[in-house]
């Protein structure tokens, strides 16, 4: 008898649990020799152009406490604006700039600290210009499905108060979980997962 063809359904996400670090950033995790380094450890070189800068930045749970088991992925143009990829129409990016980053957080502080270069200005899909911005997607445990959101940079106020995403949000007063607070060379950005300053997370 011919078995009726049933739908094929997607498995259950699962948590990314203590594992995250060991498959994404194995030499981060103590487990050698599978890369040389771990994939998007290094999204700069001595030859990239731009502003150099350095993120600081912890994952916060809603009860205020820094996880210590999270991983961020960045994406961002290059200092003019470009993006390196093979869908970028608008030009040639720099070379020297990956573009993206892959971040674990120290086990010890939850502080994930990397170093990138400011990113140039690139259009909305209407032609407006959005203000420079670090696209980020977060996982860790009791997350599971990764989380997205954006890092905009707070002396870029002109910038920022025409920007069409951030002028789009609905609720104004949450405008500023998206900011990142200069602090001397750094720029400083916790990610609040719950709570009164809940971080805006992007469905996409």
């Avoid at 970028?88 to 502080?111: C, H, I, K, L, V």
């Avoid at 910038?159 to 200069?182: C, F, G, Y």
Wanted: charged residues 25%.
């Amino acid at each position: 008898m011919v078995q009726e063809l049933r739908r094929l359904k997607e498995s259950a996400s699962q948590t990314a649990g203590p594992y995250v670090h060991i498959g994404l950033t194995p030499n981060f995790g103590g487990i050698e020799g599978v890369y040389p380094h771990d994939l998007g450890a290094q999204p700069v070189n001595e030859k990239t152009k731009g502003e150099r800068i350095t993120v600081k930045m912890r994952i916060v749970d809603g009860a205020g406490t820094p996880l210590k088991d999270a991983l961020v992925e960045s994406w961002q143009a290059d200092a003019e604006g470009l993006y390196n990829s093979p869908s970028e129409t608008r030009g040639t990016a720099d070379p020297n700039f990956q573009g993206w980053g892959r971040y674990p957080s120290e086990m010890d502080t939850g502080e994930i600290v990397f170093e990138t270069i400011k990113p140039g200005r690139v259009p909305f899909p209407d032609g407006r210009m959005m203000a420079p911005h670090i696209s980020l997607w977060i996982v860790a445990r009791g997350i599971n499905l990764g989380l997205a959101t954006r890092m905009y940079f707070s002396d870029e106020e002109t910038a920022n108060a025409e920007d069409p995403v951030l002028t789009r949000l609905e609720h104004q007063n949450r405008v500023s979980t998206l900011i990142a607070r200069r602090d001397g060379g750094a720029y400083v950005f916790d990610i609040h997962l719950q709570g009164d300053k809940e971080t805006v997370f992007f469905d996409i």
